[in-house]
């Protein structure tokens, strides 16, 4: 039995640019689990935003792999995971939680949903996002991916230029459905007169408008909307979703935030207990990370599973896109398979 792990740095096909930063390279660490001839494997996305980047990750992983002992014990790994690291570091225990699942699903010939006992619903449509940038490059992008055939673009704003930015891209793209995701960037005062905007333009959901912790602007705000508020910066722990119903519609679940799938799992079942909608999310992760909360997808309201479509070197293959829709995956485990590339960067114990 072992664990091990390696670093791979994934790069953008071109700079992808939030509120907050922008980035072209994105570290990623993939951890596998063998044992009996049978190997899991798991993909940690830190995101510098809830405490985590490549140092940590790699820091972190030797203190933490000696919880993964019998992959069958997921109450067990999990509880072994929060004693060592209660509030830290999910998408180490993410990349852990998902070699464990593998494991389990190869060892009874199944994918990991069939496992889970989930069923092979049809996924709802993903959102392909349209980075922040100069707007001629954000018309030229929605452009691009309409003619690709996407029919859901998700907006990144955050400026003082965003009613122009979301006017631009509903005349460049009239058809399309648009939703907008402000990366908790605005005021309050912003986000009300945004509300206008978002109508003439049709927008289907509004994703973090306002600073994480502040609830009482959200509940006020979605008060008067029209279109739902969907919290993500404000979901930091499954136990958050109870705290967020009153000042939310939904909420956007990724897997590297929460800890794993099954505390994704967790999240969206206490999400429908308190009417909540649900979208999947995800970081800019390889096709095996998107297989993960694929296979949650098809519970969900919305998906926004993008991230290895905005790759230029993704590592994995065998997820089944056609343009923005994507099949339930079908193979044994995650259903990806390692393709053969350039090992960028690496470290193995």
């Known amino acids: 039995m072992s664990v091990a792990w390696e670093t791979l740095e994934l790069h953008t096909a071109q700079p992808f640019g939030i509120a907050r930063w922008t980035h072209s390279v994105y570290p990623r660490t993939f951890v596998t689990f063998t044992k009996g001839g049978l190997t899991g494997r798991g993909e940690a996305a830190p995101n510098a935003f809830y405490g985590e980047t490549r140092g940590t990750v790699e820091a972190v992983l030797p203190l933490l792999q000696d919880a993964l002992q019998d992959p069958w014990d997921w109450q067990g790994l999990q509880g072994a995971l929060q004693a060592r690291m209660p509030h830290d570091h999910p998408s180490v225990k993410c990349a852990l939680e998902m070699a464990a699942l593998e494991w389990c699903a190869l060892r009874a010939g199944v994918p990991v949903w069939r496992l889970l006992g989930l069923s092979a619903a049809a996924l709802p449509e993903s959102s392909y996002t349209v980075s922040l940038g100069e707007l001629d490059r954000m018309r030229a992008d929605a452009r691009d991916a309409v003619e690709r055939g996407h029919k859901v673009l998700k907006v990144k704003l955050g400026t003082e230029r965003d009613e122009a930015i979301l006017s631009a891209l509903r005349e460049e793209v009239p058809e399309v459905t648009?939703?907008?995701?402000?990366?908790?960037?605005?005021?309050?005062?912003?986000?009300?007169?945004?509300?206008?905007?978002?109508?003439?333009?049709?927008?289907?959901?509004?994703?973090?408008?306002?600073?994480?912790?502040?609830?009482?602007?959200?509940?006020?705000?979605?008060?008067?909307?029209?279109?739902?508020?969907?919290?993500?910066?404000?979901?930091?722990?499954?136990?958050?979703?109870?705290?967020?119903?009153?000042?939310?519609?939904?909420?956007?679940?990724?897997?590297?935030?929460?800890?794993?799938?099954?505390?994704?799992?967790?999240?969206?079942?206490?999400?429908?207990?308190?009417?909540?909608?649900?979208?999947?999310?995800?970081?800019?992760?390889?096709?095996?990370?998107?297989?993960?909360?694929a296979h949650l997808a098809g519970l969900c309201d919305w998906a926004d599973l993008d991230g290895a479509l905005l790759l230029a070197d993704d590592p994995f293959g065998g997820l089944a896109w056609q343009a923005g829709q994507l099949a339930q995956p079908a193979g044994l485990g995650w259903g990806v398979q390692r393709l053969e590339m350039q090992r960028l960067g690496s470290a193995t114990p």
């Open 178 to 293: 648009l939703r907008v995701d402000a990366n908790a960037a605005w005021t309050r005062s912003q986000a009300r007169r945004m509300l206008d905007v978002l109508d003439a333009a049709r927008v289907e959901l509004l994703e973090q408008p306002l600073a994480a912790g502040d609830l009482e602007g959200h509940a006020a705000l979605r008060a008067v909307s029209k279109v739902p508020v969907v919290a993500d910066e404000s979901l930091h722990h499954v136990r958050d979703v109870v705290a967020l119903a009153g000042a939310f519609d939904g909420v956007n679940l990724k897997l590297a935030k929460l800890g794993g799938p099954l505390q994704a799992l967790q999240a969206l079942r206490l999400a429908r207990a308190h009417h909540m909608q649900v979208m999947i999310g995800c970081m800019i992760e390889s096709s095996l990370g998107i297989s993960a909360a």
